[in-house]
Nanobody
Framework: QVQLVESGGGLVQAGGSLRLSCAAS????????MGWFRQPPGKEREFVAA????????YYGDSVKGRFTISSDSAKNTAYLQMNSLKPEDTAVYYC???????????????????WGQGTQVTVSS
């Protein structure tokens, strides 16, 4: 099993920045991909970003390209999501997710991830 704990959410004004962290523990050697998803109020969960263990493959959702950056620190078993130029429409609960060694490769599909964090609220005021 892998446990994921997000942190770094909060309230920020439009145009501001936040950095989310996702600390992984447990059988972290089995993690192949780390991803971020978000769920705005009353809407479905949306893909934000993902990167594989090697860091060679990085993917972003269209709505965050050029503004958000995903990264990881393997020594700390932690993934990060740097969010710049935040907009009110970025308001959502942000979830960290991890996929194991049999990950499908469909980075944008929430159902293909094996482990999830509890989520952290990000609110962007106008």
């Amino acid at each position: 099993q892998v446990q994921l704990v997000e942190s770094g959410g909060g309230l920020v004004q439009a145009g501001g920045s936040l950095r989310l962290s996702c600390a992984a523990s447990g059988r972290t050697f089995s993690v192949y991909v780390m991803g971020w998803f978000r769920q705005p109020p009353g809407k479905e969960r949306e893909f934000v970003a993902a990167l594989d263990r090697s860091g060679g493959n990085i993917y972003y959702g269209d709505s965050v390209k050029g503004r958000f950056t995903i990264s990881s620190d393997s020594a700390k078993n932690t993934a990060y999501l740097q969010m710049n130029s935040l907009k009110p429409e970025d308001t959502a609960v942000y979830y960290c997710a991890a996929g194991g060694v049999y990950f499908s490769g469909r980075y944008g599909r929430a159902h293909d991830y094996d482990y999830w964090g509890q989520g952290t609220q990000v609110t962007v005021s106008s």
